[in-house]
């Protein structure tokens, strides 16, 4: 008996324990979607990911307000941790006073007000912005992206797919909400990965913790194997 229960013993010991895997989650930006991260590449062993679906904007909603609607799509029971690019940085950013994630990780992003552009600042002071019509902002991202970050054409075909995909009135609502956003707060804990050469959110307004030399805008896309293992080490670690 004593015997058997030994064995018994050892066999459980010897049970190999699973890991609980941290669930990430994944915020794309202004004229991007899922397909940003069609070359992310996180051990599936410690890490599963989920998209973040963006809800339909009201028309004066702040992008402070506007991240507070995405909090019921975060499991907060479990250990989770929050990467987003562009826009989706900023959302991340805003999530961050509300939330308490393991890692939190922006991405060719802005963390608060004083990193982005100061055509957003003029913007705010003469708001014409409010009389162009929505389909003008999409055809003026078509227009910009290749002159501003002209290494998508590594990826062109999937930048100009999401491009077309994206609708009109979200690429102005999301511009108003980066007008507006009044958010100065510096949080330490936020990892910051931008690109030396990013065009669209200069390197020299960006408090970054990491900087990709020769990087772009679009390199989640273009530099994948870079970008791969620095977030994988900062998520293990």
């Not at 290749?146 to 999301?174: C, G, H, Q, T, W």
Request: proline share 4%.
């Amino acid at each position: 008996m004593k015997r058997i229960l030994f064995c018994l013993i050892i066999s459980l010991i010897s049970i190999p324990v699973l890991a609980v895997k941290t669930k990430v989650y994944l915020f794309h930006g202004q004229g991007s979607d899922y397909r940003i991260f069609s070359k992310l590449k996180l051990n599936t062993d410690l890490f599963d990911t989920t998209f973040i679906k963006y809800l339909k904007m009201e028309r004066k909603i702040t992008l402070q307000n506007y991240a507070k609607l995405m909090v019921s799509q975060i499991d907060t029971t479990k250990t989770y941790a929050l990467i987003g690019v562009s826009f989706g940085g900023m959302l991340v950013s805003e999530l961050t006073k509300l939330l308490n994630p393991k890692t939190a990780i922006i991405i060719s992003s802005a963390q608060n007000k004083n990193e982005i552009p100061s055509r957003y600042k003029f913007m705010k002071v003469i708001p014409l912005h409010k009389l162009t019509p929505a389909f003008m902002y999409k055809m003026g991202a078509r227009i910009a992206q290749p002159i501003f970050e002209p290494d998508r054409k590594k990826e062109k075909e999937i930048f100009k797919a999401m491009l077309k995909d994206k609708n009109a009135y979200f690429f102005k609502s999301v511009t108003k909400m980066m007008i507006s956003w009044d958010n100065y707060e510096f949080n330490e804990n936020i990892i910051h990965i931008h690109g030396e050469k990013d065009h669209t959110l200069p390197i020299k307004k960006v408090n970054a913790n990491y900087v990709v030399r020769n990087g772009s805008h679009m390199m989640l896309l273009t530099r994948p194997t870079e970008i791969n293992d620095l977030i994988n080490s900062i998520l293990i670690n």
